[in-house]
């Protein structure tokens, strides 16, 4: 266009870089004074609402086309793909356990206590029309029909006479459950229905898995201490039972008046009482109040309230480590996606600087071209949104192949709010990180038409950044549904990015130094590719620093996941070895402790001394230093739950050869009053040496000082203490035994005939316990590994981003060195130094940070310990090292095979 002022109504004019507006003004116009205009003037014209959507959706159009969207949109699907695939699991699950709270825990409110609940929560439940029951918990060996009259007179047992087995026996009165409904069969693969009721006199309703294991059928019998029951039905569906250590044997359910003639209950009995409520709501919510005000605040020792609010805490602790490893694999993917979309926005922005110069000459204002680009970029970050939502309804449905059976109920559909969170995630990740890079193409100066000069980013650009990364942190505070996970992802993001670019930078500088020193220049030809390369990565330090750190970044969250992965899975598993104890005996009785260990001795079972054979004690807690032990005082819920209920304490004057001190100093055969503590539950309640602890025991107080710190290795399966005390403080107070050997297979008989011997004994086999834990686990596992997909491929897409954010630079340079005379060997030793610098540094400072983001994870989320890795140092070198080196060669490698001004045209 040229000539005079066009019309108002002119159409727009189209351009190479984007879309037309109406003639500006000629670039020597200026507006005009007083004395009016100087020079010809054109006649600006906004566009309209209605325009700019529609220009919005042809830049949108053509830059799909051209390829310029794909890297973001990648992007941004995977990321609110793995957020999504979280979010509907965990709303899933949150509106089945909510929905289904009351059968979950068979009453409205319940009264658990490790000793007998007090009558009057009776008395004022019954006083405000409430329905109550009772449940008793216990473990205790369980025989197929009845012992030989040998072993009834006291002989010794014939070897595998009688099965034996470990059940979680529980003990219901009438009216249980008072919500919901229990499950039975007449046979296995029968069809169940809702019981009626509870097992009639004489009778039991086990598992399955304990009728397989004791070789019987419904109809047959089985002894329970010294009682002998038939087995009446089998239990199918139990939704209270919960996943308490107990809990993982097999069922046998008995009526509770019957419990008494089993002999089983007595001292030192590891025993859970409940007392069940259910009624109208206000008087439950009355209930509630009244026993709080009883119990809150460590008023009653040993008891302990749970809600509908609580709806099964075992099933809800084992799913929140599970929604915690998943969120933090989605919490890094995201992550992953956010430094993506950067560096893709990046080169969208160098590759559209022409463009938006040469729409500012045709009379685009800023606020036009910032409207276009948001525009565009919402509209994206709505389709990417919905396209990840969409994945992440699917894969929420392989998460549910993995998990959906941790809990036995029917999974309502997902609410809207995932759908929401997804879509605002997209939004949030787009605009909050590709919006920023874009601003320097509104602010592209018209000049650069002719000087080609790149205009300052300045800093609104830093400010939009600042705003995103705010934004992101929210974002990623909401995902992971509580402050501390994060917060810590957050936070490690932040303090990554920061440090990083710094250290980046600096390295730069330092590479500057050395590519410019006297004794490098004089180096041998072989030195020239590193010099050049050195000088090469300093001469652009802002786009080097943040193509490093983007590879760090990217590098540390995919450390981070699969050093979390292999430390919480592998080293568990390795950390028992072959021949470790997997048979615990219990409630040995002080006139049994020589004949059992005979007993063991003789059957050649290792490790079975009299010594081996450990006293225990039960004993509370009642004040430190002084003062009276709260629960409530204590921020840890493993804190309180450890100073709510009895200690298992013990006698000794050896160290335990696998217990270390490590502050203060063994007591030896010392008589005065003194005691050593395990340093996990030190660290836990606040207690160091020198500090005094009273114990109740049976009545009586023990009070000693804290004069040693042991660590204990739990992994080695035997038997261990948190507290031990000088024989002389405990002896004289009622006492079982406990032991842990190695039980060879095929040798359970031996342990079949100790227990028919002495009903009392209770034989622990940790063997089928440790396997339901690590089916738990794997289950796990096959969620974390499916989400990790999700992460891989998020990772790919952050490195190809970042190798490819500076490929136009890194072309442009290898074909003026070609152009210059350098040779395809000197060209290739400038481009492998380069990748090879770019690489390490990002892998040592990606292996340091994923240590040190891992450390604080497990510390404060996990609640492991996390050793340091030698090897994560060169293992982060080596993948930044291939992973630079790779991108690399798949971006350059036409480079060579080109002529040089072809590539320099291209360029």
Not at 115 to 138: C, G, K, N, W, Y
Not at 618 to 626: E, F, W
Not at 703 to 731: E, Q
Request: net charge positive; hydrophobic share 50%; with cysteine.
């Amino acid at each position: 266009m040229s000539g005079g002022a066009p019309s108002s109504n002119a159409k727009p004019a189209r351009s190479e870089g984007g879309p037309g507006f109406v003639q500006a003004e000629p670039l020597g116009a200026t507006g005009g004074g007083q004395g009016g205009p100087r020079g010809p003037v054109a006649v600006r014209t906004t566009p309209s609402g209605s325009d700019l959507v529609r220009l919005a959706a042809r830049m949108t159009a053509r830059d799909w086309r051209a390829g310029e969207l794909t890297m973001l949109l990648l992007a941004l699907v995977l990321a609110v793909a793995a957020l999504a695939s979280v979010g509907f699991l965990a709303d899933r699950l949150q509106r089945g356990l909510e929905r289904d709270a009351r059968r979950m825990i068979a009453a409205d409110f319940i009264v658990r206590a490790d000793h007998p609940v007090d009558p009057m929560f009776v008395r004022e439940a019954q006083s405000l029309s409430l329905r109550t029951a009772t449940t008793a918990i216990f473990p205790s060996m369980v025989s197929a029909g009845a012992p030989s009259v040998a072993a009834a007179a006291g002989a010794s047992a014939a070897p595998g006479a009688t099965a034996t087995r470990l059940a979680a026996v529980k003990a219901v009165s009438a009216d249980y459950p008072l919500r919901g409904a229990l499950r039975i069969a007449a046979a296995p693969g029968a069809p169940d229905h809702a019981a009626q009721g509870i097992p009639p006199p004489g009778t039991v309703w086990v598992d399955d898995e304990l009728l397989d294991a004791l070789k019987l059928h419904v109809g047959d019998t089985v002894k329970v201490g010294t009682r002998t029951f038939t087995v009446n039905a089998l239990i199918t569906k139990e939704l209270d039972r919960g996943f308490s250590f107990v809990n993982f044997s097999p069922r046998l359910m008995m009526r509770a008046d019957e419990v008494a003639s089993t002999g089983l209950l007595g001292y030192g009995s590891r025993v859970t009482y409940r007392l069940l409520v259910a009624g109208a709501d206000p008087a439950v919510a009355q209930f509630a109040s009244w026993s709080r005000a009883r119990v809150d605040g460590g008023k009653m020792r040993g008891v302990a309230l749970e809600s509908l609010q609580d709806g099964q805490p075992q099933v809800r602790q084992t799913l929140d480590r599970a929604r915690h490893f998943l969120t933090l694999v989605s919490l890094l993917t995201a992550l992953l996606a956010a430094v993506a979309i950067a560096m893709a926005a990046h080169r969208y922005t160098r590759r559209h600087l022409d463009a938006c110069a040469a729409m500012r000459c045709l009379g685009a204002s800023q606020r036009t071209l910032r409207t276009l680009f948001v525009l565009e970029f919402a509209g994206l970050g709505l389709v990417g949104g919905a396209v990840g939502v969409a994945l992440g309804y699917a894969g929420h449905l392989a998460l549910l192949a993995w998990l959906g059976n941790l809990i036995d109920v029917v999974l309502p559909q997902p609410g809207p709010l995932p759908v929401l969170e997804g879509i605002a995630a997209g939004l949030v990740l787009l605009l909050g990180f590709a919006l920023p890079p874009l601003l320097p193409l509104t602010r592209v100066p018209p000049v650069r038409v002719l000087r080609r000069e790149w205009g300052d980013e300045g800093r609104a650009a830093w400010a939009a950044y600042g705003v995103g990364i705010a934004l992101f942190a929210g974002l990623l505070v909401i995902a992971a549904g509580e402050l501390k996970l994060g917060g810590i992802v957050a936070g490690g993001f932040a303090i990554g990015l920061l440090v990083f670019a710094c250290v980046a930078r600096t390295a730069l500088w330092c590479a500057a130094r050395v590519a410019r020193s006297p004794r490098l220049s004089g180096q041998a030809r072989a030195g020239v590719g590193w010099r050049y390369a050195l000088a090469s990565l300093e001469r652009r330090p802002g786009a080097s620093a943040l193509q490093i750190t983007a590879l760090a970044i990217g590098l540390m969250c995919l450390l981070l996941i699969a050093m979390t992965r292999n430390d919480l899975v592998d080293g568990w598993r390795k950390s028992t070895p072959p021949d470790a104890p997997n048979e615990f005996l219990i409630d040995i009785q002080p006139d049994q402790r020589d004949a059992v260990a005979a007993w063991l001795r003789t059957h050649g079972i290792a490790g079975a001394a009299d010594s081996d054979l450990q006293p225990m004690v039960r004993g509370r807690l009642i004040s430190i230093n002084g003062k009276p032990v709260n629960p409530d005082s204590y921020k840890s819920e493993d804190a309180r739950r450890l100073v709510d209920r009895e200690f298992n304490l013990s006698y000794t004057t050896t160290l335990p050869d696998d217990n270390r001190i490590e502050a203060g100093s063994w007591y030896g055969d010392s008589s005065t009053p003194q005691l050593s503590i395990e340093q996990g539950l030190a660290k836990l309640i606040n207690v160091k040496p020198g500090d005094v602890l009273k114990f109740d025991v049976t009545g009586l107080e023990v009070t000693a000082p804290v004069t040693s710190v042991r660590k204990l290795d739990w992994g080695s399966f035997k038997v261990n203490f948190f507290v031990l005390m000088p024989p002389g403080l405990l002896r004289d107070f009622p006492a079982t035994y406990i032991t842990s050997f190695h039980l060879p297979p095929g040798q359970r008989e031996v342990v079949d005939g100790l227990v028919a011997r002495y009903p009392n004994v209770t034989a622990i086999d940790i063997a089928p316990i440790l396997a339901q834990i690590e089916r738990v686990l794997e289950q796990v596992i096959g969620a974390v590994q499916f989400l990790f997909l999700f992460t891989l491929a998020a990772g790919v897409l952050v490195l190809y981003a970042a190798l490819a954010g500076t490929r136009d630079e890194r072309m442009r340079e290898s074909a003026l060195l070609r152009a210059l005379g350098a040779s395809h060997q000197q060209v290739r030793a400038v481009q492998v130094a380069e990748f090879i610098s770019v690489g390490a540094l990002a892998g040592l400072m990606a292996a340091i940070g994923a240590q040190a983001v891992g450390s604080v994870l497990a510390t404060h989320v996990f609640l492991f310990y996390l050793p340091f890795d030698p090897w994560l140092l060169p293992a982060g070198i080596a993948a930044g090292v291939v992973c630079a080196g790779v991108g690399g060669w798949i971006s350059l490698r036409h480079v060579l095979a080109r002529p040089a001004l072809q590539s320099l045209r291209d360029a």
